[in-house]
């Protein structure tokens, strides 16, 4: 990941305003360690921290056509830019650097502002064209590289990968919506990115196993660009550990492997004795990769947690319990040399993966809760991701968030997605099925049907425990009683909340701040719905994955047996005895 920051129209080209804004992007360095550049057309500044991935020796950024008419400064990755780039010399287009995002520029000449859509890749970026004096800024699709846009009193835009590049120096900031353009020539957004599913209108296309296997090994493999060292995140869950599997399978042919060697580097980080950290190793062995077992304490995390917060640019409880472990890991991981890591962020929005999809009433509201949680992902497990990494200089891919596989994922009929314990169809049963292989497996059938683990419990059950302790020493009752006159915009509603927004408060005090944080109630990491699904979850609001639990105990209880031991067919998981709290002499496995 790179660090941008554009500073448009903003009448000031005094030397006095360049300093300011290279004062600004400093604040984004984190972002990218590896070079920073700046361009001042009049008043107009595009400025970047650079994070080298693609052609580390010449790809310095701001990028430019052939003329330097048009100036552009991205942060993220184009997939498809050798077709893009054939494309457009056939055109006759020159282009200065071996750059993925050196295309950007030569498309908008060629196309006008229309061509977005033709990007495969994760990005935001700011073109300016000096011809006419207008710009456009772009996200991604669904919001993998973060973004900003802001508004200052003197009528300039500003567009920042981070809050904290245009928090002090605008009037309103906001999130800058994903899947969208801005353009000077409206002034005002349109959104570029309009696929058949994000109309929440029903899909009807039958479920094939094998469609879904290829369009994902397809995101996986284009993900393996890379001209410097690189890994994948694995926890021992189901999404990590797929994506382990196909980076091992297919990384030997690779320009990455010619490079770096074929065999993989894997990363997980845990309590001493966590789930994570077993599970990990399990599926580390399996597969033969270098693994990394990286542990930290619970006071570890407590140190961090201010420095997380300031980098997250968030008080979402559910977030920053889940940053907090990849933020440490991800400095570990860049201490080896590492730039880039694949991870698994978005297969549970996809494919109902979280526990609460257990009640959903119908395939119809299953399909539009997937939908909801697919669109807010950039405030979430996007934000996560891209924020604990590239506070270390580190970039993270995801590929189950890949535009291509999304629409195949998303076009199937919900029906199959469903959950259906009598039919032994687990959470993410399509996604597992896809991937069964008796001839060459890519994974045990027992990691393959894994049930579901929150990240953030994974790492280690005290991890949240000692998380609220903390809270509860430095937030008292009284507080905590008059929390809605100190927080009246989503006010915290546990002393959790309130510790964590009482620092998010510190670094980012203005009105705007605050709004960019989305707020209500959550169940494991549920939309409002998980309490239409089922009331009595109202009297539980943790945030954990802890608060389903009672989905789990009624959906295997069918399957006690006379002695009170929980028989389990062959595709159940093998850590249901932690998950329901029941000891493993308990358990009979059948078949």
């Known amino acids: 990941m790179c660090g941008i920051l554009a500073v448009l129209g903003c009448s000031d080209d005094s030397q006095a305003k360049r300093v300011r804004v290279l004062e600004l992007s400093r604040r984004l360095k984190h972002r990218g360690p590896d070079w920073s550049g700046l361009y001042q057309h009049g008043d107009n500044y595009l400025s970047h921290q650079r994070l080298a991935i693609i052609d580390p020796a010449s790809g310095d950024q701001p990028l430019f056509n052939e003329d330097q ?9 184009i997939y498809n830019h050798e077709e893009l780039r054939k494309r ?64 200052g009193l003197d009528g300039s835009v500003w ?42 209108t029903i899909p009807s296309t039958p479920y094939d196993p094998l469609v879904l296997r290829c369009a994902f ?33 297919y990384l030997a042919g690779t320009k ?38 990286f542990h930290f304490t619970v006071q570890d995390g407590i140190d961090a947690i201010e420095d997380v917060i300031y980098h997250i640019e968030t008080y979402d409880v559910t977030t920053i319990r889940a940053s907090t472990p990849m933020f440490l890991m991800s400095r570990k991981i860049k201490s080896l040399g590492v730039k880039m890591v694949i991870s698994g962020e978005g297969s549970d929005e996809i494919f109902g993966g979280y526990l609460y999809f257990h009640k959903a009433p119908n395939k119809e509201e299953f399909h539009q809760e997937t939908c909801r949680k697919i669109k807010a992902l950039h405030q979430y ?44 169809r687990i959470e993410k049963w399509v996604l597992r099925r896809a991937f069964e292989d008796e001839e060459h497996p890519y994974l045990p059938k027992h990691i393959l049907y894994r049930q579901k683990e929150q990240f953030s419990d994974g790492v280690g059950y005290s991890w949240i425990d000692g998380l609220k302790a903390h809270a509860e020493l430095h937030v008292t009752d009284k507080m905590m009683l008059h929390a809605e006159h100190i927080f009246p915009h989503n006010t915290p509603v546990t002393k959790e909340a309130y510790y964590y927004r009482m620092i998010f408060e510190r670094f980012f005090p203005q009105n705007s701040a605050k709004l960019t944080v989305p707020g209500g109630a959550s169940i494991a990491c549920s939309t409002a719905k998980a309490i239409e699904w089922d009331a009595s979850w109202s009297n539980n609001l943790d945030p954990s994955g802890r608060a389903a639990l009672g989905v789990h105990n009624a959906a295997y209880k069918k399957n006690m047996g006379p002695v ?24 009979v496995i059948q078949g």
């Open 256 to 293: 990455a492997a010619k490079q770096w060697g074929a065999q993989l580097h894997s990363f997980c980080v845990g309590l001493e004795g966590s789930p994570d950290l077993k599970a990990a190793r399990e599926v580390a062995d399996y597969l033969g990769t270098v693994h990394h077992e």
């Open 381 to 424: 497990d996007c934000l996560r991701a891209n924020k604990s990494t590239s506070a270390w200089g580190l970039e993270a891919r995801v590929p189950f968030l890949d535009k291509e596989f999304i629409n195949v994922a998303m076009s199937i009929d919900p029906e199959a997605k469903m959950i259906n314990m009598d039919q032994k």
């Open 159 to 200: 567009i920042s990968s981070e809050l904290k590049g245009l928090n002090d120096d605008c009037e309103h900031f906001e999130v800058f919506p994903p899947g969208h353009l801005y353009s000077s020539k409206t002034g005002g957004f349109k959104r570029w990115y309009n696929p058949l599913w994000f109309a929440e």
């Open 69 to 77: 008419t048009i100036v552009v400064t991205v942060n993220g990755e």
């Open 88 to 151: 457009l010399t056939a055109a006759g287009h020159k282009f200065r650097t071996g750059s993925d995002c050196d295309v950007i520029a030569h498309l908008y000449e060629e196309h006008g502002e229309d061509f977005v859509d033709m990007l495969d890749g994760m990005f935001s970026f700011v073109l300016l064209d000096t011809r006419n004096n207008t710009y456009i800024a772009a996200r991604d699709a669904i919001g993998i590289t973060s973004l900003y846009i802001g508004w």
């Open 217 to 249: 090994e397809n995101a996986v493999i284009k993900r393996l660009m890379t001209d410097v060292p690189f890994g994948v995140l694995l926890s021992g869950g189901l999404d990590s550990s797929l994506v382990a599997s196909i980076t091992a399978r």
């Open 564 to 587: 009170g031991q929980v028989k389990l067919g062959p595709n159940i998981i093998d850590n249901v005895p932690r998950m329901m709290d029941i000891s493993a002499s308990e358990l």
